[in-house]
């Protein structure tokens, strides 16, 4: 009689708790709304500031929370400092990506209110996804963050290549999801627990460490989650679905995803099957190596910016697992140390990248050639942004490779820090290469750019374009590669992606120089991992 | 109490001021900035107190208190000559690039704030004390010139100079994770990560690991000198880049990587350093041989620079690892010597190739009898560059050759000693190339112009000026030297490091200094008494055991102790 009364009481919802996630949720209806409006100022200005209004009172929630101890929905998401410093991350890389969304074309042919709202609930999911310490839940986070995302990466309809591009990630991301799922299946048949904790204590208290079933859930889990966050040898998708979706959704993927996909990697590994870390550590650790190597050797032959920015993000995960596998409290912070450094250093490339691409209609290298004489605010951001990703000392990427580095050595992984700086080797040659190109050659001639200004575009009628592309894809043989002609919009303001720019670039050197403050809010994020010393 | 943040900082900050005044003034203002940057550092060595503490000027702060990193600048008498050669090094780069076309191009702001920020990085590697802090400024040093190569350089530049940085990066990467693994194995139990040098030769690195440390630290330094097998960016990056930042490249940097062998690896690794010091002394020698070859043959009067610079680093590495005391002081000296050398040797290219036209020697010629003043002033440097007794270069090699003798091994010394007499061939080769012989066809037969040649008496003065004092150098550098080879000496066999302490090396290396040049009897003298009280007083604990134990770091405390009792 007692346990069916505590059945049947509505679980005891913690809402302050849980409000960093329902602000991205009512962020998104409102502006949903918004965007219904019949005004082009509530479509194309309000509907943005309204986006990154929800995602600053997320941030701003999270904050609030941060010292806050606990769980939320009977045990179903963690309230600790890893979850509000995965949301803070994702609100930074949702704000960035809607300012350079601002005059972008993909927010025009989707709509402007669909196309945010969408980013708006992908957040949302990300925020679930980084507090999850539930199955469940983490699998609910996972779809909910993916679902959005495959469509944000087809916003671009008058292009075929961002079509693809979505259809590559639902295919591919679908089938990670199924493996997660799978795998999470096996965990629960081996385990009998869905709940993180439940899970460590079953793998601690009934030797499963050496349980087939458990093992091949583990490995199923490793295989998804290394397709969420594009580690090596399951990265084949991110170059063709960067290089493919529009720049700011594609800016929006390559950090806020990966602030969630490590984040719940953390978790998942470090909490629930850290018992299990003999079996699981040495395998990561391959996987890790692998990504480092193929995602630097391989963006030694891109010549597209954004498929560069791809394999460099494929290595730069393999970076970051290293913090995973080590499995310390130093390696959760290093992990989570490194994650928001990429987020900075990201997003001042895409923007730089973005801004280029609407100039010159394409992100080919030489779109950025003699930036430092046509625009050496966005030169410098991007040198500073591929400094940083390198790894150079004064920026932030040092001293979070540092922190990798010494993880790693303190727990004995020195092999792997080895197989890092190797990585980072290779990888100095394609970012100095962009920089090279930044400050070293000649602009493209201003008759390129004339020509590229004549195809502009304007695209003032939302309704306009998505009839033209709906035919071109509906026939797309009919107009073989004639529809990847860069669509610009005319008159889009420049300022708020210059701005994003500088902000960021200026935010690689002084948390290069003074990581102090930032290190320490990290520091706390090892309350979230009790288990490991 | 003079500041060692401001000497750090101020190229960086007059750096970022060039970049805010009008481009006109760019180039003065950076003038301006490393002129005062040299006074201070003036001001630095001649406040060093010879007998006080290792550790002068001492800047101790908190830079990432998470990772046990520590803001810790020094000035030391091992660093504080090289200092002096870096801002003198920078001083005459700047200076010399002001200028040239280099100092009124559309993008001059670019030169100099990038020479600003590559001496900031250079004097941070050098005063460091915080083995993060240097790796860090080791490995941004790198970078100015990557955009100087980038930028201004000639010919294929953009994939000579990221071969250069991806070359050199290889070593300063791997021995990013060895700082690391030093400081994290060097840690007992329950302690905090400390990275202070001293604190780590205190505590001392387990010896199995000691070293692969060892190789990563030598690979990091081998590469940026360059020595012989992983030489392979020097003709591409040489040849790219443009002369006046080749000069202060060429002449400051690599001695950064010698510094760091006496300022961490062999301190930090005696037994490593024991271990592996044949392989670097082979790989020495070879560069010696090797690069001294090249030298000879080439036309290429650049290359000819280039690869004597290969050679004469060979010479100091020889004498960093005889792990005697007089073989690493003569490293030090020569450092400076052939630092100071090639700042003139570079600029008599650049004014040879301007009047030529090229930098190929078939077309050089005449220089002697049409340029005068410029070939009297070439000479000396030749001088300088062969090593002419007389010349603080000789002397400098020849503390190094005895250091060989008796801390490695006669023959190397005598292999050694072949390159000697190559290098008096290639320099005079170069010489006599250029300034003798016929007038090249193409040539403007015209004496170089006024700043041109008061710009190179500046190194002329400055190798006059150690040809006659080279016990200055010697002196500072002596105390420090034995230091930092004791323990490592003491890791090859214990009986070394008692006949370090018992023949007191400041006396010789004096009475070198005084064979050489007359002077500073008294300071000699004084030297000699602490030499003999010192002498004393470790034959008194020769005895203990722990005096040669290269874990502890005892030998080093020892040291300053009798050093100490002797004055």
Known sequence: MIALTAAAQAPDIDWAGLSSLLALFAGAVVVLLVGLLRSRFARETLVPVLSIVAFAVSIGLAIWQWDEEGSLMSGALALDPLAMIGVVGVGVAGIAAVLLSIGATAPREAAHGEYHAMMLIAAAGMAMFVGAQNLITTFLGLELLSIPLYILAATELHRRRSLESGMKYLIVGSVGSATLLYGFALIFGATGQLDYAGIAAAVGTEGLRDDPLMLAGVALVIVGLAFKASVAPFHQWTPDVYEGAPTPVTAFMATATKVAALIAFLRLFDVALVGTSGTWAPALAVLAAIAMIVGNVGALGQSSLKRLMAFSSVAQAGYMLVGVVVATQLGVQATVFYVLAYVVMTVAAFAVIEAAERETGHDGASSIAGLGRRRPLHAIALTLSMLGLAGVPATVGFIAKLRIVQSAADNGYTWLAIVLVVGSMISFVYYLRVVARVWGDDPETTTDVAATRGQTVAVEEPEAIPARAGDAASVPGLVPGGNDQPVVVADAPRLPITVLAVVSGAAIVVLGVIPGPLMNVVEDVARAVPGLF | ?567
Not at chain 2, 162 to 174: D, E, F, N, Q, R
Not at chain 2, 191 to 216: D, H, K, M, T
Not at chain 2, 374 to 397: D, K, Q, R, S, W
Not at chain 2, 493 to 500: E, H, T
């Open chain 2, 1 to 567: 109490m003079y500041h060692l943040s401001v000497l750090l900082w101020l190229p960086a900050a007059f750096a970022v001021l060039g970049l805010l005044v009008p481009s006109r003034t760019t180039r003065w203002v950076a003038v301006v900035g490393a002129l005062l940057t040299l006074a201070l550092s003036v001001v630095l060595v001649l406040d060093f107190e010879a007998t006080g503490p290792a550790l002068q000027h001492v800047t101790d702060a908190t830079w990432i208190s998470a990772l046990g990193v520590r803001y810790e600048l020094a000035l030391t008498g091992l660093n504080m000559w090289l200092a002096l050669l870096a801002t003198v090094g920078f001083a005459f780069s700047i200076v010399w690039a002001a200028m040239t076309p280099l100092g009124v191009d559309r993008r001059a702001k670019h030169v100099f704030f990038h020479l600003g920020i590559a001496q900031s990085a250079v004097l941070g590697a050098l005063l460091a004390q915080d083995l993060i802090l240097f790796v860090a400024f080791f490995d941004l040093m790198l970078i100015p010139f990557f955009f100087l190569t980038a930028q201004f350089g000639n010919g294929d530049r953009v994939p000579a100079t990221i071969k250069m940085i991806v070359y050199t990066l290889v070593g300063s990467l791997l021995m990013l994770v060895a700082a690391i693994a030093v400081g994290v194995l060097a840690t007992p139990p329950g302690a905090e990560v400390s990275y202070n040098i001293q604190e780590i030769a205190q505590r001392g690195v387990p010896e199995g690991s000691q070293g692969w440390l060892f190789a990563c630290f030598a690979a990091a330094f081998l590469v940026k000198m360059p020595q012989f097998p992983i030489h392979g960016w020097l003709a591409d990056g040489y040849k790219a880049m443009p002369l006046p930042v080749l000069a202060v490249f060429s002449g400051v940097l690599s001695k950064v990587a010698v510094y760091g062998f006496l300022q961490i690896a062999i301190p930090l690794l005696p037994q490593g350093t024991a271990d592996l010091r044949w392989v670097v002394l082979i790989i020495a020698v070879v560069s010696i041989l090797y690069a001294s070859t090249v030298a000879l043959t080439t036309f290429n009067a650049r290359m000819v620079l280039a690869y004597s610079s290969v050679a004469q680093l060979g010479f100091i590495t020889l004498g960093v690892m005889s792990l005697r005391p007089d073989g690493a002081a003569g490293a030090l000296l020569q450092s400076v010597n052939h630092g100071v050398a090639v700042f003139g040797a570079f600029l008599a290219v650049a004014i040879l190739g301007h009047r030529t036209g090229s930098e190929d020697l078939r077309d050089m010629g005449g220089a002697a009898t049409k340029a005068p003043v410029f070939a009297v002033l070439f000479v000396v440097v030749t001088y300088a560059v062969l090593a002419m007794p007389g010349t603080a270069n000789f002397v400098g090699e020849f503390l190094i050759l005895r250091g060989t003798w008796e801390g490695s091994a006669p023959a190397l010394a005598i292999v050694a000693s072949i390159g000697v007499a190559l290098a008096a061939v290639y320099a005079l080769r170069l010489f006599i190339r250029s300034s003798h012989n016929r007038v090249g066809p193409v040539i403007q037969p015209r004496e170089g112009a006024r700043w041109e040649l008061a710009l190179l008496a500046v190194p002329v003065l400055l190798i006059i000026a150690l040809a006659v004092h080279p016990q200055q150098t010697v002196e500072a550098a002596d105390q420090a030297a034995t230091r930092s080879v004791l323990s490592a000496a003491a890791a090859v066999s214990p009986d070394r490091a008692r006949d370090i302490l018992a023949d007191d090396p400041s006396a010789q290396a004096a009475a070198e200094a005084a064979q050489s040049a007359a002077g500073g009897t008294g300071a000699a003298g004084g030297a000699g008494g602490a030499g003999a009280a010192g002498g004393a007083d470790a034959s008194g604990a020769a005895g203990a055991e722990t005096a040669i134990d290269p874990a502890t770091g005892q030998p080093v405390d020892q040291t300053a102790q009798t050093e100490g009792a002797g004055r």
